[in-house]
């Protein structure tokens, strides 16, 4: 079909936590990503950006969020490093893939093409210069979603190349939307007899809690001994399961976090996290459709899948105003959309709009501290699984460090796709990724360059086993990764000249990427939208 170029397939997920698959020590059944994993590669110290919009940006370009326009989110303050959308000095993979002869696919989330106001769909300008679609970095075929958020069962804008379609069926569910189009648009390049790359991004386990009743029903009494208990599951399953570098001491649970023998609604904190896995579980499934289409196709073997988060599990408290105000508040029979956590609400359908909350993220993130927006272990961990019988040699667990921003070289490498010095008229920066394709091949491949973080003012570097972390506002941390990846173990003050030198380093590498203090950012946001709004552009 298309000679010996493999084809392939990036599967992002959207808030799902380090410890949330099978292969991983969860209870939650992912069979299909765990026979994935089995026989292929698992990489244990992936890294992600801790928000959905940078890591996109990054995974797209290869390039650190802030050179590739979203050094926040997908939201413009009018710098070229926090545009909020792609910028044209970055090429997608999409786009140097198709230049080599590719079918270009994208099913799902893309929240790189500029800000929306959930509330005012129906007037979104999708594909003007302020706001690109995948279409026009470099997709031949787009199914999805341009925003961050919506529900499963009613979505209030979705797209299918360059136009909106209604959702009229009352058994319409987002996920496996997706699936379904991610299996004809396979086909269809498979039909034409063209390799194909595929952006699968689903939007699952994201809130909101959605998810079909029997799924939900699968879970029903998993969850009611509590958080503390399934995470000490987790840990030790994992520990087992070697899925960790080394058997590193748990965090604590999270401060925030209550015992669950003092927590009050006990059955509907256990029915949240029910739904959670719901939606993971579904997820999974889908994920399985996406391959047996390609066993059927005759093109499995041949195909690179990689299969991972884009930040840990999310501890973003879904109360009735913030977030909620910016969402539909009724159905499209009328009924009215019950906004947040409310104990007195079944979670789960579609006349609901929930999280699970923090201690069920710290779940999520077993064994390690923190969330999406941190840049500590358990906001940026995601465990990567590679499969591609044709092409991996290496079986099991590889422990190396490696970040999103090294998969566009990578699939560049193993597809012979140059990457352009200049595209559409625009001189292209530099890669700041690095190939991790030696793995398959049971090479001692490691990165050679520091991995840096900066979001929201929280920020990092890992260089080789040692990381300088710090949350905005607070004293720099250093640990040692193999020794201590839960990071409770503070070496500064016995290695002090180290991590003066990394302040340095990283001090350099924000400088020279335009990184604006948080507090700057911040105040870009209120010129910009006004002190009554977030710093999405939401109206508070």
């Known amino acids: 079909m298309s000679g010996n170029r493999p084809n392939v397939i990036v599967i992002l997920v959207d808030d799902m ?15 299909n990503i765990d026979k994935l994993a089995k026989n292929g590669v698992t990489f244990s110290s992936m890294y992600n950006c ?9 995974l797209l370009t290869g390039l650190y969020p802030h050179k590739a326009g979203i050094g926040f989110m997908a939201v413009d303050f009018g710098l070229p490093e926090y545009q909020g959308k792609l910028r044209n000095d970055a090429v997608t993979i999409a786009e140097a893939m198709r230049e080599n002869g590719y079918r ?3 099913s799902g989330k893309w929240h790189v093409g500029g800000d929306f106001e959930p509330r005012d769909a129906d007037n979104w300008r999708v594909g003007d210069v302020d706001h690109p679609s995948p279409r026009q970095r470099g997709f031949d075929r787009f199914f999805g979603m341009v925003d961050g958020a919506m529900s499963f069962f009613h979505p209030h804008h979705l797209m299918e190349d360059d136009s909106r379609i209604e959702i009229t069926s009352d058994d319409f569910y987002l996920t496996d939307a997706i699936s379904d189009k991610a299996c004809d648009m396979i086909e269809d390049s498979v039909e034409d007899e063209k390799p194909f790359f595929m952006y699968l991004a689903y939007n699952a386990p994201h809130w909101p809690l959605h998810a079909p009743a029997e799924d939900i029903a699968r879970y029903d009494m998993v969850y009611r001994n509590g958080w503390d208990k399934i995470r000490t599951a987790r840990h030790e399953s994992m520990i087992a399961l070697g899925a960790l570098q080394n058997p590193w001491e748990i965090s604590p649970r999270d401060a925030n976090a209550r015992p669950w023998e003092h927590t009050e609604n006990q059955d509907w904190e256990a029915d949240r996290m029910a739904v959670y896995a719901a939606m993971v579980d579904r997820m999974d499934a889908g994920v399985g459709r996406v391959v047996d289409c390609l066993e059927k196709q005759g093109v499995k073997d041949n195909t690179l899948i990689l299969f991972l988060s884009d930040n840990g599990g999310c501890a973003e408290l879904l109360a009735e105003d913030g977030w909620c105000k910016s969402f539909p508040d009724v159905l499209p029979d009328g009924r009215e959309i019950n906004s947040g956590n409310r104990p007195s609400l079944r979670p789960g359908s579609a006349d609901t709009f929930m999280s699970y909350d923090l201690p069920w993220a710290n779940v999520s993130n077993a064994p390690f501290r923190l969330y999406k927006h941190w840049v500590h272990e358990g906001g940026i961990s995601t465990p990567m699984v590679a499969h591609w019988p044709d092409g991996i040699e290496t079986r099991g667990f590889a422990h190396t460090a490696w970040h999103v921003v090294d998969i566009l070289p990578t699939i560049l490498e193993i597809t012979g796709t140059p990457y352009p010095s200049e595209y559409g008229g625009h001189p292209i920066q530099d890669l700041d990724g690095e190939s991790f ?6 090479e001692h491949a ?3 360059r520091p991995i840096f973080w900066e979001h929201e003012g929280n920020s990092a570097l890992r260089i080789g086993d040692w990381k300088l972390v710090r949350k905005h506002g607070e004293d720099w941390e250093l640990h040692n990764m193999i020794e201590d990846r839960t990071e409770l173990n503070d070496l500064s003050t016995r290695h002090a000249t180290m991590r003066e030198q990394m302040i340095k380093d990283y001090g350099g590498w924000a400088h020279n990427l335009g990184v604006r203090p948080w507090e700057d950012v911040v105040q870009m946001a209120e010129a910009r939208y006004g002190r009554d709004t977030d710093l999405n552009g939401n109206t508070k």
């Open 446 to 448: 490691q990165r050679e």
């Open 437 to 442: 394709a030696g793995v398959f091949k049971k």
């Open 17 to 31: 936590g380090f410890a949330d698959m099978g292969l991983m020590g969860s209870e939650i059944q992912t069979p």
């Open 50 to 58: 801790a928000r959905c919009c940078p890591t996109r940006a990054s």
């Open 104 to 106: 270009t696919l994208m």
